[in-house]
Antibody
Framework: EVQLLESGGGLVQPGGSLRLSCAAS????????MSWVRQAPGKGLEWVSA????????YYADSVKGRFTISRDNSKNTLYLQMNSLRAEDTAVYYC??????????????WGQGTLVTVSS | LPVLTQPPSASALLGASIKLTCTLS???????IEWYQQRPGRSPQYIMK???????SKGDGIPDRFMGSSSGADRYLTFSNLQSDDEAEYHC?????????????FGTGTKVTVL
C-alpha cells in the first residue's frame, strides 16, 4: 500500500524558513518523480515543484522559484521541500504527491494527507 | 502557459447523471488532462486521464460509473447513478513542457452538489 506522510508544517513569520518532509513507502521510491502541490484555504490546487527519481532534475512554479528548493533522499525514501523567504501568500496545505507514470511529470496518483503551513506575524 | 477553465459549481439529483467540463485554452486543445476528486476535508484522489481522442484510463478502484470523453478543447467527466459520496470538488489538471520548462497546471475546480 502506497503511503505518503508529510511533516514539518507550522506557523512561521513572514521572511522565515521551514522545511517539509515526506516519508514514502509501498513503492520503489527512486523510480518515480515526486511533487509538492499546495492548496490555500478555500482555494484550488497549485503545483509547486517536482523532482525526478533518477536524475534529480528539479522543476518549480514561477511563484516559488528562487525561494523554495525540492530535494530527495532515495536511501531514506524521503522527499523534502525547503521553503525560504516565506510570504503570507504561501499559507496553504502542502501535499506530497507521487507521479503515476514513472520518472516524469505526468499525473498524481497518490497524495499524502497534507501539512499546513501558516505564514503570519 | 495552458489555462484550464471549469465552471464553479454543478448539481444533480441523487441517482441521476452529471457531466463536468474542463476547457483547455485553444492553443493547447490537444492536451491530455487528468481529473481529481476532493471530498470535503480530504486529500485529492486521482480519478482518470482523458486524451484528446476521448480515450481515458482510470485510477485504481475507480468504479465503472465514472467515464471520460472529449470534444475539441473540452474534456469531460461523466458519472452516473450519483451518490451522496460524490459530493466533492472536482479538479482537472495537465502536465506540459514549454520551452524546456516542465510544469503542471490545475483548473479552478467544480463543486458538485447532490440534491
Amino acid at each position: 500500500e502506497v503511503q505518503l506522510l508529510e511533516s514539518g508544517g507550522g506557523l512561521v513569520q513572514p521572511g522565515g524558513s521551514l522545511r517539509l518532509s515526506c516519508a514514502a513507502s509501498g513503492f520503489t521510491f527512486s523510480s518515480y518523480a515526486m511533487s509538492w502541490v499546495r492548496q490555500a484555504p478555500g482555494k484550488g490546487l497549485e503545483w509547486v515543484s517536482a523532482i525526478s527519481g533518477s536524475t534529480g532534475s528539479t522543476y518549480y512554479a514561477d511563484s516559488v522559484k528562487g525561494r523554495f528548493t525540492i530535494s530527495r533522499d532515495n536511501s531514506k525514501n524521503t522527499l523534502y521541500l525547503q521553503m525560504n523567504s516565506l510570504r503570507a501568500e504561501d499559507t496553504a496545505v502542502y501535499y506530497c504527491v507521487k507521479d503515476g507514470a514513472g520518472d516524469g511529470l505526468a499525473h498524481f496518483d497518490y497524495w499524502g494527507q497534507g501539512t499546513l503551513v501558516t505564514v503570519s506575524s | 502557459l495552458p489555462v484550464l477553465t471549469q465552471p464553479p459549481s454543478a448539481s444533480a439529483l441523487l441517482g441521476a447523471s452529471i457531466k463536468l467540463t474542463c476547457t483547455l485554452s485553444s492553443e493547447h486543445s490537444t492536451y491530455t488532462i487528468e481529473w481529481y476528486q476532493q471530498r470535503p476535508g480530504r486529500s485529492p484522489q486521482y480519478i482518470m486521464k482523458v486524451k484528446s481522442d476521448g480515450s481515458h484510463s482510470k485510477g485504481d478502484g475507480i468504479p465503472d460509473r465514472f467515464m471520460g470523453s472529449s470534444s475539441g478543447a473540452d474534456r469531460y467527466l461523466t458519472f452516473s447513478n450519483l451518490q451522496s459520496d460524490d459530493e466533492a470538488e472536482y479538479h482537472c489538471g495537465e502536465s506540459h513542457t514549454i520551452d524546456g520548462q516542465v510544469g503542471y497546471v490545475f483548473g479552478t475546480g467544480t463543486k458538485v452538489t447532490v440534491l
